[in-house]
């Protein structure tokens, strides 16, 4: 199918063209003909598979230029919100509509200055959006058309309750349009109490971690993670790679040591400014930044074309965040490979994530440092024959012999074998001889069986379902501990109790001094099996016990 199958207007098919928009995506061929008749449309997809397209070009093929503000976007961060604004803006070009951002960390003076100027559609951050609502600077009767995208995003940062009153404030008659990469029962909620009868669109879960994304995972120790993750970034070179931290302090100390092993590294977490994160945004499309170290929050609904690795340094607790992460690679039909440092209780976690991926990781390990210094010495290898080819161009004969004479002052001195071999030495990071770096341990994950739901070991008795008592079914009625020389009655050697043997067993006794004490014949009463210990097939005795 082609876009100028979907009832488009001739206007915005010209400006998809322009663009270079050809074909359609699934979400999208599903998506804008629901749209465009007026339909409430409840979409599960990832990032990366046109939702901004999806959702767009219906939105604008339905705006009158003339109005006022039309249609509102909900992002859960300031990039996403960013991103979805220059992309709408691009598709209404034609149309000369104003489509504005508003966010937090950002004067809310000029936001507010820019939708009085003029807006037809609004894209923004829960928060802000609410202190705009609150503050009569935007108002939402005249919305036609309502959009969530990653509605789950929001719901794990807390922003339900500034969604439902966001949508209270916009009339009953509007069209929803929600998108999701996940489905829990939350979003359900909100189609069920906000939407009119919505069309479910939803990627199978193939599709949601795409074929063309290998994923591994590497079993691994906290304090080895960072050589493993250099190793890789060494033998596996990718063009552009995205670590995944758990925290923000960890995001800074993977930055701080990248950069001293000798990697183009910057990070993005909620302690940056707007300003700074928008930086190393454009730093890490343009290709000035080798590895972009983030938290799962700060690199919610980050576009960028070209990721050929996803390192996950902490796995991720919910399965949903797993999605997201990877969902980075492997665009626009592109191969992609992601790799996830798990430790070994923390595999529970990661049999979740393929349980709901329907996708299995393959473990691999980790390369060796003998593997990691080859692979350096290759790319030092290259780096120099790529120099010396373009220093050989005709254009850069002067600057290729700026140095002729110190170049032949130490052809002089020096072999010029030695002098090359120390020119690779200072490119090749060799393991044996770079920076110590340290990296703070974080709190592991609680402990998690292959159910993936965080539940922590059980000591002692354990009361199972009757089909994990395989062991009970033993027919060795000796399970542990020893139990005496048992006879047919099941009561071993010991002698029963009997009443008579000592009547006098409580109550007042008389003075201490008076007591007469008798070990061979005080005869106490056989201390009783606890439930415990009766199930468990073993007896515990105290140490003074008979």
């Not at 409430?40 to 604008?60: E, M, R």
């Not at 990248?258 to 183009?264: A, I, P, Q, S």
């Not at 991926?357 to 393959?362: D, Q």
């Not at 009463?525 to 003074?544: C, D, H």
């Amino acid at each position: 199918m082609k876009f100028n199958e979907l009832g488009l207007s001739e206007g915005l098919l010209a400006e998809l063209t322009a663009i270079g928009y050809e074909k359609p995506t699934p979400i999208q061929e599903q998506t804008i003909k629901l749209a465009l008749d007026g339909k409430d449309v409840l979409g599960q997809a990832q990032t990366g598979t046109g939702k901004t397209a999806a959702f767009g070009l219906p939105t604008i093929e339905k705006i009158d230029n003339n109005g006022g503000l039309q249609a509102l976007v909900i992002a859960p961060t300031r990039e996403l919100a960013v991103q979805n604004q220059e992309e709408l803006f691009r598709f209404g070009k034609y149309k000369g509509l104003k489509v504005r951002t508003v966010y937090g960390g950002s004067s809310i003076e000029k936001q507010i200055k820019a939708l009085k100027s003029g807006v037809h559609i609004v894209v923004g951050t829960p928060g802000r959006l609410v202190d705009l609502i609150k503050r009569k600077a935007l108002k939402l009767d005249t919305i036609e058309t309502l959009i969530l995208d990653e509605a789950d995003e929001m719901l794990n940062m807390g922003f339900l309750e500034d969604i439902e009153f966001i949508i209270g404030s916009t009339p009953s008659t509007r069209q929803t349009l929600l998108f999701s990469a996940t489905m829990p029962n939350d979003i359900k909620k909100i189609g069920v109490k906000f939407m009119h009868d919505p069309q479910q669109i939803k990627v199978a879960a193939k599709e949601m971690t795409a074929d063309n994304i290998d994923q591994y995972y590497i079993k691994a120790k906290e304090f080895e993670k960072f050589d493993i993750l250099t190793r890789l970034l060494d033998v596996e070179r990718p063009e552009l790679a995205i670590v995944f931290g758990r925290t923000k302090r960890r995001v800074d100390e993977l930055i701080r040591g990248l950069k001293l092993r000798g990697y183009r590294a910057e990070g993005m977490h909620g302690d940056l400014d707007q300003n700074k994160r928008l930086a190393v945004l454009r730093d890490f499309k343009a290709g000035h930044i080798d590895v972009l170290v983030a938290t799962d929050v700060a690199a919610r609904g980050l576009d960028v074309s070209g990721v050929t690795h996803v390192y996950n340094y902490d796995i991720t607790q919910d399965q949903e965040s797993y999605v997201h992460r990877i969902g980075r690679t492997g665009r626009a039909g592109n191969k992609g490979r992601s790799t996830t440092f798990v430790s070994y209780n923390e595999m529970g976690y990661l049999r979740a994530i393929e349980n709901m991926t329907k996708k299995p990781m393959k473990g691999i390990k980790p390369p060796t440092k003998d593997e990691a210094y080859k692979a350096s010495l290759g790319v030092a290898m290259d780096e120099v024959m790529r120099d010396l080819d373009i220093a050989s161009n005709a254009d850069a004969q002067t600057k290729l012999h700026k140095f002729d004479k110190q170049a032949e002052k130490l052809l002089e001195q020096f072999d010029a074998m030695e002098l090359v071999d120390l020119l690779l030495q200072s490119r090749v990071k060799d393991p044996d001889n770079q920076e110590e770096v340290k990296i703070s341990a974080e709190r592991p994950l609680p402990f998690n069986g292959e159910d993936g739901r965080g539940k922590k070991p059980r000591a002692g008795h354990r009361n199972r379902d009757k089909k994990d008592r395989k062991w009970r079914d033993r027919d060795d009625d000796n399970r542990g501990g020893y139990r005496g020389n048992r006879d047919k009655d099941g009561k071993g050697d010991r002698k029963p109790w009997n009443r008579d043997r000592d009547k006098d067993r409580g109550g007042y006794k008389g003075k201490r001094e008076d007591r007469k004490f008798d070990n061979k014949n005080s005869n106490k009463k056989p201390r009783k099996s606890t439930g415990t210990e009766k199930s468990a097939g073993f007896v515990m005795r105290n140490r003074g016990d008979k």
